[in-house]
């Protein structure tokens, strides 16, 4: 059974960090990805990251987030710095087409 389980989530002020995680089992994903959802707003990319590749960012969060794999782990990282409140939403692991994670939600407020 291919699992995909997100953690990391929470409560941030403006200007802050949070580091997301995304623990894989019984699969090994060539391309993991971050996606993110606001109420009301399409699922978009955040980062995706083909194994040993190059990461690719959404525009909105070039220079302010980092996408790290650990193979040994299987597991994906999502590092969040300078935090806005327009970050606020659900953030979604994707393991190559078609498998995803339940979501954690990532909350941006003074």
């Known amino acids: 059974q291919v699992q995909l389980v997100e953690s990391g989530g929470g409560f941030v002020q403006p200007g802050g960090s949070l580091r997301l995680s995304c623990a894989v089992s019984?699969?090994?994903?060539?391309?993991m990805g971050w996606y993110r959802q606001a109420p009301g707003k399409q699922r978009e990319l955040v980062a995706d990251?083909?194994?040993?590749?190059?990461?690719n960012y959404g525009d909105s969060v070039k220079d302010r987030f980092t996408v790290s794999r650990d193979n040994a782990k299987n597991t994906m990282y999502l590092q969040m710095n300078s935090l806005k409140p327009e970050d606020t939403a659900v953030y979604y692991c994707?393991?190559?087409?078609?498998?995803w994670g339940q979501g954690t939600q990532v909350t941006v407020s003074t």
């Open positions: 994707r393991g190559d087409v078609g498998y």
């Open positions: 019984g699969l090994i994903f060539r391309t």
């Open positions: 990251i083909i194994s040993g590749g190059i990461p």
